[in-house]
């Protein structure tokens, strides 16, 4: 029988809450603070805690934040940072608002993530950061990572946008590099209703001059210390997110869960590659992607049994027009260009049933005549 399966499922997840989503809003509405004040103060407080850090700082969204951490460690023009060519353009964007440049590294073999060896090859002397995006929630290689970071002299910034509760070696992402961000995009594994993130660094000195850098370059109203921009987190997001923040590791863990099925099932198809998982890493699969031959003929195949699948990211940066001016183009980023060729997602949120994976599954199996 034809079933419906779609590709996130944010009612589900959010209907055993929504009556404290109710109150939260609610609180805030009557409070009058929508800009700051508690309901942010609380969210920094208790996400901290929850990551385990000092501190950590609101801002509008992953790519603001991540904006404000490049600016406030002095890069600009003249400068080059490094990032992987497969990631959702603002990664890169917010190296370009710098000033700086872009340089795209490629991913490591049958990985969806950065390889550090290609990294420490693209190093010059105008080099000053790398950023480490874990993407789909899959941590990159840190201990290889941060071995070419430190020999070289390097900032590390971690862009955990599709990360939030993974760990590397029992540690959770966001705590490895410099500083670290954090997007609560609503589809994300701690998704906020509108646009919202959040930042953390290692040095408070550092994380004090992103925060006054995301208000205005100002510590105290009316005394700007420097020129800033307005990339705050609103209340109401911080409300919202302090009621699914305790709930974040289980949902989590309900997506290792469904991994855990897709990867029992479809791991024997000779045809597919699975997500390649690093050692000692613990991923929370905000996406579930595989490699598959012809990737558009098996979603056409999907969609036409009710399942639905989406792409990310059907091109890699190196290719996007956005970037030709740089040299980069088609055949410069061999293995990102193959991944984003053969990549489809499929259905992942925490309240899956194991009968809609085993549906999925059964589909797939059939597509491909097993």
């Known amino acids: 029988m034809k079933k419906r399966i779609p590709f996130v499922d944010l009612e589900r997840q959010h209907a055993p809450i929504r009556e404290e989503l109710r109150k939260a809003a609610l609180r805030v509405l009557e409070g009058g603070r929508y800009i700051g004040g508690p ?15 000092d501190e950590v700082c609101g801002v509008s969204c992953a790519t603001m934040g991540l904006f404000s951490i490049l600016k406030s460690m002095g890069i600009g023009p003249g400068d080059e ?3 992987t060519a497969h990631t959702a353009i603002a990664t890169a964007e917010a190296v370009s608002l710098t000033g700086a440049r872009v340089i795209f590294a490629d991913l490591a073999e049958e990985s969806c993530n950065l390889d550090p060896a290609d990294v420490e090859r693209r190093i ?6 790398v950023i480490a995006v874990h993407l789909y929630g899959i941590p990159v290689d840190m201990d290889a990572l941060l071995g070419v970071t430190a020999e070289h002299g390097l900032r590390l910034v971690e862009d955990c946008a599709q990360a939030q509760g993974a760990r590397y070696r029992g540690r959770r992402l966001g705590t490895f590099g410099d500083a670290a961000i954090f997007s609560f995009f609503p589809s994300k594994n701690l998704g ?16 004090k001059k992103i925060r006054m850098f995301s208000n205005h370059g100002r510590e105290q109203k009316f005394i700007h210390e420097f020129e800033g921009i307005n990339s705050r987190l609103d ?3 911080a409300a919202l997110l302090r009621v699914c923040l305790p709930h974040l590791d289980t949902w989590n ?10 990867d029992r099932a479809l791991g024997e198809i000779g045809e597919i590659t699975i997500p390649l998982v690093p050692a000692d890493a613990e991923p929370v699969y905000h996406v579930y992607g595989i490699l598959v031959p012809d990737r558009d003929d098996m979603a056409s195949y999907l969609k036409e049994r009710g399942v639905a699948t989406g792409l990310h990211y059907p ?21 990102a260009e193959y991944f984003c060729d053969h990549e489809l997602s499929l259905p992942m949120y925490p309240d899956m049933t194991e009968d ?15």
């Open 39 to 53: 309901e942010v103060a609380g969210f920094e407080k208790e996400m901290a805690q929850w990551l385990g850090v």
């Open 81 to 83: 940072v490094i990032t």
């Open 124 to 129: 010059t002397d105008r080099t000053r950061a």
């Open 192 to 207: 906020g209703f509108g646009d919202g993130g959040a930042v953390t660094a290692r040095d408070p000195a550092l994380l």
């Open 235 to 237: 209340a109401i997001q």
């Open 253 to 262: 863990g309900r997506r290792r869960e469904v991994a855990g099925r897709y």
């Open 315 to 335: 091109y890699s940066l190196n290719v996007q027009p956005a970037y030709a001016a740089a040299g980069y183009h088609r055949g410069t980023h061999p293995r």
């Open 356 to 370: 809609e994976s085993e549906y999925v599954c059964a589909c797939i199996r059939e597509y491909f005549g097993k």
